[in-house]
């Protein structure tokens, strides 16, 4: 029997049940099931996140200047961004502006990330979805070399010597039958379309790709002493700028701002020499893949915006990547978005494993309750405490909340904010996605597929490799006018604090909107709450049975064998999961964690 | 169960020559501190040892371990991973998803039985029968049992994995647990840290290899080479700190000086780990180097000796000199006979041996 959800989406849970858990290739642990008919289209999809971890119960009573500490400890993947949002809540709470070369630093340490994570994710998360390591044996070195030469005309490493010396290394590697994490994968899946010489191709940048991504961290590393989770602070950022004088090199001087130049250049290089063409080239043989695994992404859009360049000033005017949000599919209306109304955010728990008083209604992050309650329904196969086999949406089924942006179930990601910039006219974003579209000669709304969030990612990487550039130079010229202020100490001593006090901190992660709200109280913590990217695009149902991001893409994607859920995995990959980050929140009101019950 | 390659034969295989790889022995023991000598040693005991297999789960966590796994300079993560050891499950980066990936977990337990390198990164949840961290549809806690039984040897990579981490501080609503304290009878290497540093987690698993045995280790279960002494002992700016040369304020003239962190918080007095010698990220920096103090990531339950700014008390200003020796005793008793899987390792100990004894002879004429 097929149902239809209120945002548009039918559901029909008769056909057969395929179980994928775990998701690999993403951060943290994630089930998908999902119910095909009989010609293995998928029509019902259930998402699952199997894992909390009480963060933000830990945080209460804490001193508000650590809580960026434990909040970048959500998650190691996309290192310092919950940092980031904790301290501009804090700041947000305690009326602190932090100067702007701090503002600056912390721009280049978040798009170093956006840069590093997105290259990590197509090569190293997604590639394998679309490249058949195993087929490059059977490339002609020769055609490889002429193909990577077409595509990428000044990447050096394309000989047919290069690619043939892979290729044998790779022989030898398969002949040995110790696959290593390419074991029991789906080689000569007929999902996988590329010729043998792209397979090829995408393997060896895939192996470079693994070597660079270390190299665009350095940039963390220099301002904020190590990578993963480099060292922030409430007020600015902890490194001092020191180019003239004694003691430079215990502060950021010539030579570090050389060799964060550096790996700007460098990166700038790999993404457009390496990363696109890799992408187009991979495109190119998926378009099928640019109308399949759309769900919300045609309907409901957001971002936060991000990337101020007026510190402390997070209006349209200062976010180079702006705020709004879009719903009902009306592409050229964008909506403010407000971080503190009552009425916008809001957090559903119907099908989440939390108890509120009232489970009809969201709560707004302010006013949230973490009150854990595990529980399945009746219609559950197996055990969870001992072997799962199916879960019933119809109860609670997922660690991960629902959240609702004025009750609208909303996709957030590189795609969301690469439409929104699109949309509010932002001109660098315009080119790069037109030019896209038109190497693939695809419509703008091949955009609103599983093809196109892989793309968008692909188009903010370049953007913002470039974007760091122009930040490093604007940190110069900062220092070029004498500037190198980094930090705002009036407020640091909590005798400066209000008796009580509340901020948000909002923040575009990599994989999405991330919102931090906390409240202030006789210096301590009193409330914490969290509202990531996964906790969006994973989201269960919610009260009134509306489907969230990943449950909508999945559906009406043909299967070509259920059993090698290589078609899941692509969709899925697309919007780069973050399960630890989907971890949750406390309340005012929360004292304890309450005994979770199985029924 | 097939023949496993030697390691020598791995390294031909991936196109490394003959050249090459004494050169690469020849690094990997200068790197160690060993004499120049024992590369040759070192060289005939890789030709005739085989790849572990490794299994890497993952249990409550931020994946931050697996991160800066990847950024290893030396040796290279990909190398790690496709030719050293045999990664035949890791969820982080595997092709195989659902069922396939299980498969992997089952076959290389069967297969390698005894003989295979359990690491795990996080931890596991104990309240509630384990359901705040389930995967492949059941408690990770029960897979993690279940890996470890037959484990050669179990590495607890960071500091979840080592003591609890994040979602142990208090109140500790899921009952995060270490690794230790579910796996009570196999060898238990820590390496904390959050995340651990990039060449201490490929220099602890290249070690493994390249002697056959775990290294040494401290009472805690760490790895004495990483973690036998204090960031402050060997940190660039302790000479501010005898000089009583502080930063008062962030951003302060002290600061852009790098003047010592100390009353700002810093934890380096009381926190083991290499940061301060093998540094972060290739070299590049670590937090004091980068004007934070040090938060004592890689010391246990370092999340609720905070608040993270407020100056350590009791940190003797000189001759503070009770270190890791003291933490020493007793750990080579906890490392036990057991991790010598393969014959022909005993030249190589014989080898380390003498190294070790070397050091404790007086120098000769002067010269070290």
Redesign the interface.
Known sequence: MSTTTPNGFTLDGAGRRVVVDPITRIEGHLRIEVNVDEKNVIRNAVSTGTMWRGLEVILKGRDPRDAWAFTERICGVCTGVHALASVRSVEDALGVTIPAQANTIRNILSLALYVQDHLVHFYHLHALDWVDVVSGLKADPKATSELAQTVSPRWPKSSPGYFKDLQTRLKKFVDSGQLGPFRNGYWGHPAYKLPPEANLMATAHYLEALDFQKEIVKIQTVFGGKNPHPNWLVGGVPCSLSIDGAGGVGAINMERLNLVTSIIDQSVDFIEQVYIPDLLAVASFYKDWASLGGGLASKSLLSYGEFPQIAGDDSNKSLLLPRGAIIDGKLSELHEVDLKAQDQVQEFVTHSWFKYADETKGLHPFDGVTEPHFAVGPNTKGDPKKKLEAIDESAKYSWVKAPRWKGHAMEVGPLARMVIAYMAGNTQVKELVDGALKKLDVPITALFSTLGRTAARGLECQWAAHQLRAEHHKLIAGLKAGDSSTANVEKWDPKHWPKKCQGVGYMEAPRGALGHWIVIEDGKIQSYQAVVPTTWNGSPRDAAGKIGAYEASLLDTPMADPKQPLEILRTIHSFDPCLACAAHVVGPDDEEVTRVTVT | M?RV?TFYE?LR???VSRRSFVQFCSLTAASLGLKPAFAEELAQAMQVKP?I?VLWL?G?????????F????HP???DV??SL????????????????????LE?VRREYKGKYLLCVEGNA?L??????????????V?QLKDYAADAMAVVSWGSCASWG???A??????H?VPVHEIVRDKPVIKVPG??PI?EVMTGVISYILTFDRLPELDRQGRPKMFYGQRIHDKCY?RGHFDAGQFVE???DDG?????CLYKLGCRGPTTYNA?STVR???G?????????GC?G?SEKDF?DN????ERLANVNLFGAEANADGWAKGAAAVVGAGMAVHAGISAVVRLRDKERHDTHLPPKGGTP
């Open positions: 097939a390659e791995v295989r991936h196109g790849r297999p993952h409550l966590e931020c994946t931050c371990c697996s991160e800066s990847i950024r290893s300079a290279l993560a990909k991973v496709l050891i045999s990664l035949d499950y890791d969820d982080t980066i595997m092709a195989a998803a659902g069922e396939q990936a299980e498969q992997c076959d949840p309240a509630d029968d384990g359901v705040y961290c389930i995967t492949g549809g059941r408690p990770f029960e981490c994040v979602q501080a208090k109140p500790n609503p899921t995060a959050c995340p990039a700016r304020a962030w951003d600061a852009r000086q790098g003047w940061c972060w990220n290739d590049v920096s670590f937090p004091i180097q980068s004007g934070h938060i990531c999340w905070g608040p993270f700014y």
